[in-house]
């Protein structure tokens, strides 16, 4: 920045523009701070525009419980649809590996449910209050999400509506006339559901990131567009170098999702996050088959979800490193799988690649860097960052604010694994 420009001054830096840092900033901004979020690219752009558009009131068990420990064998050649892994990638990160794994016991698992259950409560809450207020109601589904096994699938479906009903969220074990009457346009593959009645979806996950941002806007908020260079503390607050200049905030939000470590590291952080990346691919629908809500297969583990640009089909997760080169093959593999279960055309424009950021035990961190006061840490939402977005971001705005955040944070501390 050239001698003498005066740097932008605020209360709250949002660093990010997905949905974790959007929401971050409209909390913020509802709590009458001056808020601007930066980001090189527009709102919504990236991870938070390519998933599935879950709205999920049931994600309380991440990826690593005791049925990842259950099934490993199956996933250990590296051919199954639902998770792959790069091999020199494990072994560089062996640690993060076992770590991942040994949270997947089952005392380790029902506390982590217990403090995912209260992020999405408030998250689902706000959702579905803030969709409307911008403007995006249209694109909100109250249909709920339909787990679904080709076979053998009553047990596994039994068993999550019993993890469910644990924390008091309603699903129903469905068979096959069951599937049939719910989604009557798709082929009559599945002979075991569990729909998750009291999720949402949208049809277009980066347009309401957009429409939260807008609403931020209006409302007095600031959406910078530029690359972040780095942060540094200054004075009683921060500086935040950007590629066109910098800002001068007493706060600084972190909400870079996949990106978020490596701002950290010249602080000397050294955060543990890892990638679960996803591909997904749009087709034409047929419009005598409507898909009416999000299905994931179980067995291949992937999704099908209606949207605005068509049936988007997304994949499961591939662990490697995260601006590793695509590979499509876990995307092509389940593309047939999909088709014969809805009836959808030829494929729309390009394929898209993403990363998850997860952290070892799956949760996010959410809370105060241990070591700077007015820095701030709200990534890591693995898969469930379109839902959680909006109960991370008032989190954090809470805590700025010295208030108590809406739910029990205390797993979320950055604490864990930073110090
Ligand atoms: C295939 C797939 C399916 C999924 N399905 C679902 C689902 O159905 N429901 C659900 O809840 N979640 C889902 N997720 C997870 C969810 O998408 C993520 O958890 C969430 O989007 C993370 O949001 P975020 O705001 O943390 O990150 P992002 O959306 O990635 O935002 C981070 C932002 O930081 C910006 N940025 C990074 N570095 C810089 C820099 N140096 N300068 C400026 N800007 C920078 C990026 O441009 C980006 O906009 C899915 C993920 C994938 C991959």
Redesign the pocket.
């Known amino acids: 920045m050239s001698e003498g420009t005066p740097a932008q001054q605020v209360d709250v830096a949002v660093?990010?523009?997905?949905?974790?840092?959007?929401?971050a900033g409209l909390a913020a901004r509802q709590r009458g701070l001056s808020v601007v979020i930066?980001?090189?690219?527009?709102?919504?752009?990236?991870?938070?525009?390519?998933?599935?558009?879950?709205?999920?009131s049931g994600?309380i068990l991440p990826l690593n419980t005791p049925s990842l420990l259950k099934n490993l064998p199956k996933y250990l050649t590296n051919a199954h649809p639902a998770l792959r892994w790069n091999i020199a990638w494990a072994l560089a990160n062996a640690g993060w590996v076992m770590r991942f794994l040994a949270a997947a016991t089952p005392s380790q698992t029902r506390p982590r449910a217990a403090a995912l259950h209260g992020l999405i409560g408030t998250s689902l809450k706000l959702h579905r209050d803030w969709i409307v207020q911008a403007g995006a109601g249209h694109r909100i589904r109250e249909t709920g999400w339909l787990k679904a096994w080709r076979s053998d699938g009553l047990a596994a479906a039994q068993a999550e509506q019993a993890a469910l009903a644990e924390f008091g969220i309603r699903s129903e074990v469905l068979d096959r006339q069951a599937i049939s009457a719910l989604e009557p346009n798709i082929i009559p593959a599945y002979s075991t559901g569990l729909l998750h009645a009291q999720t949402a979806?949208v049809d277009s996950?980066g347009a309401v990131?957009k429409a939260y941002a807008q609403m931020l806007a209006a409302g007095g908020g600031t959406i910078r567009q530029?690359?972040?260079?780095r942060i540094e503390p200054h004075g009683d607050g921060w500086r935040v170098q950007?590629?066109d200049g910098e800002i001068a905030a007493r706060h600084v939000v972190v909400?870079?999702?996949?990106?978020?470590a490596?701002?950290l590291r010249p602080l000397g952080y050294r955060v543990p996050l890892a990638f679960?990346?996803?591909?997904?691919q749009h087709f034409v629908p047929n419009p005598a088959r409507k898909l009416l809500r999000?299905i994931h297969d179980a067995d291949g583990g992937f999704?099908m979800?209606p949207m605005e640009q068509g049936v988007r089909v997304?994949?499961g997760v591939e662990l490697t490193a995260r601006d590793a080169p695509s590979n499509f093959s876990q995307l092509e593999a389940v593309v047939p799988m999909a088709r014969s279960v809805v009836e959808f055309g030829d494929a729309v424009g390009e394929r898209?690649?993403?990363?998850?950021?997860t952290l070892p035990d799956s949760l996010?961190m959410i809370g105060a860097a241990p070591r700077h006061r007015g820095l701030w840490l709200?990534?890591?939402?693995?898969?469930?960052?379109?839902?959680?977005?909006p109960g991370?971001g008032a989190a954090i705005a809470a805590m700025i604010a010295g208030d108590a955040p809406p739910f029990e944070a205390q797993a979320f501390s950055p604490n864990r694994y930073i110090a």
Request: glycine share 18%.
């Open positions: 660093l990010g523009a997905g949905m974790v840092g959007v929401s930066v980001d090189r690219r527009e709102p919504g752009s990236e991870t938070s525009y390519g998933n599935a558009g879950i709205i999920s994600s979806s996950p990131v530029s690359g972040i260079r950007l590629a909400a870079l999702g996949p990106w978020s490596e701002l679960e990346r996803g591909y997904h999000p999704l979800t997304t994949s898209w690649r993403g990363a998850r950021p996010p709200a990534f890591g939402n693995q898969h469930i960052g379109f839902t959680t977005g991370t």
